[in-house]
């Protein structure tokens, strides 16, 4: 980020979280990677050093700091180390699923989810994508429909990171049929709930070690107290929030890009082919220099849109340009990065081989690439 981007205090808090990483997510992870699931005690762990919902104030024993570059030391550390999983898990609790708690949970939502979260006591989900409904919101089936003093949901969600794991999760049901994109509201629903189950963890491509589940709701009753925010507004709490979740995918795409750049630059410095450094032929010192070039720019824009969530000025229009682009330019970068590893870059022993796959997604989720040049396009026709 920019050289004032970081303050001291961000540093300081940088010395902690790399050892928190270096003690315990660098020795573990390809493990985690390996097995397809991470230990939960990490996140108790995490959350007794106060990692987990850094915003949220201290009385539901959060950090009490509404400042996002706290997020971006985290991400930048976990990139360092090609943790990729890790990061999407802790992504869940401060950037997916605590904002939506902050903003419109009511006191009894706070009192009863937030400290178990920020303790790491309790892991959460975000459930919005079906298999019939992934850019398309509107075309979410699941349904709630008003039964005695609650409500019914059935229906189906899939690629739901963490599902199968989750003991609280914030659901996207439809509501009013007819009711256009104010038929739809927020749930939250615990694990345990009858009728609630996971199918099994989604096969993946990269960041093996994150569980990705279908879920199912079949009859699943929740009291009227279990409606998060305004109901009928669903489509309008995603929109207010989903600049946080984009920004925070942004931040770690720059990031692991930063990262995967460091490792290769230590490699073409190291590895002698026909008598020289890589590093000296006139070819990777062009791609170095472009790559580098890049990724300063980049840093500018997200350091530009990060100080804009903070003050809450970052429009979704913003976080969608931070989004696409900063993940596009992760995996031009990695691969390019990859290529200069030779073969070595193919072996999964190598970060730069692991962090190819785990960029994989970033262009997907949280809003496909097409879909945040959508959003840009219209707002810009709009305008005129
Ligand atoms: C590992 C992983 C984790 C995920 N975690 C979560 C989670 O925790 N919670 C959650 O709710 N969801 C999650 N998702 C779902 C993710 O957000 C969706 O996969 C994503 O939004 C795309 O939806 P889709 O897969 O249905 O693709 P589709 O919507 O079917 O898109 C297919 C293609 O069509 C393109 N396309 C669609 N509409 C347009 C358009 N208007 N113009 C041009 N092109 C278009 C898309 O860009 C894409 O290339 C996750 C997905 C993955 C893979």
């Known amino acids: ?196 189950t996971a199918g099994r963890s989604l096969d993946k491509l990269g960041q093996r070690g994150e569980n990705v589940a279908e879920l199912f709701f079949d009859d699943v009753h929740v009291p009227v107290e279990a409606v998060l925010g305004t109901e009928g507004q669903a489509m309008r709490h995603l929109r207010d929030h989903l600049p946080t979740e984009r920004t925070s995918i942004a931040v770690y795409a720059l990031a692991s890009a930063e990262a995967a750049f460091e490792w290769t630059l230590a490699h073409v410095r190291d590895r002698s082919v026909f008598g020289k450094a890589v590093a000296e032929f006139q070819h990777t010192r062009f791609e170095l220099a472009e790559m580098r070039t890049e990724l300063d720019i980049t840093r500018a824009f997200m350091a530009d849109a990060v100080l804009a969530l903070n003050d809450m000025r970052l429009t979704p229009t913003d976080a969608a340009k931070a989004k696409w682009w900063a993940t596009e330019l992760q995996q031009r970068v990695i691969s390019r990065c990859l290529q200069l590893h030779g073969g070595y870059g193919y072996i999964r022993e190598y970060p730069i081989a692991r962090a190819f796959v785990d960029a994989r997604v970033q262009t997907i989720y949280g809003g496909t690439t097409e879909i945040m040049k959508d959003l840009i396009g219209r707002d810009l026709v709009r305008r005129r």
């Open 1 to 196: 980020m920019r050289r004032d981007f970081y303050q001291a205090d961000h540093e300081a808090f940088r010395s902690a979280v790399r050892s928190f990483v270096q003690r315990e997510v660098e020795p573990r992870h390809l493990e985690w990677d390996d097995a397809g699931h991470m230990d939960p005690g990490l996140w108790v762990t995490a959350g007794k050093q106060g990692l987990l919902g850094l915003a949220v104030p201290e009385e539901y024993g959060g950090g009490g700091v509404a400042d996002y570059r706290y997020r971006c030391v985290i991400s930048e550390e976990l990139a360092r180390v090609g943790a990729a999983s890790v990061n999407s898990h802790m992504s869940l609790y401060d950037d997916l699923v605590l904002p939506y708690l902050l903003d419109l949970g009511t006191p009894e939502q706070k009192q009863r989810w937030l400290p178990a979260l920020c303790s790491g006591r309790a892991t959460p989900a975000l459930a919005i994508t079906e298999p019939g409904a992934g850019s398309d919101l509107r075309g979410i089936s699941t349904r709630a429909r008003r039964s005695g003093d609650g409500w019914v949901l059935n229906g189906g969600k899939t690629f739901i990171t963490n599902g199968g794991h989750a003991d609280v999760l914030i659901v996207v049901a439809r509501t009013h049929p007819d009711g256009g994109a104010d038929g739809f509201t927020l749930f939250l629903v615990e694990k345990d709930a009858p009728g609630f």
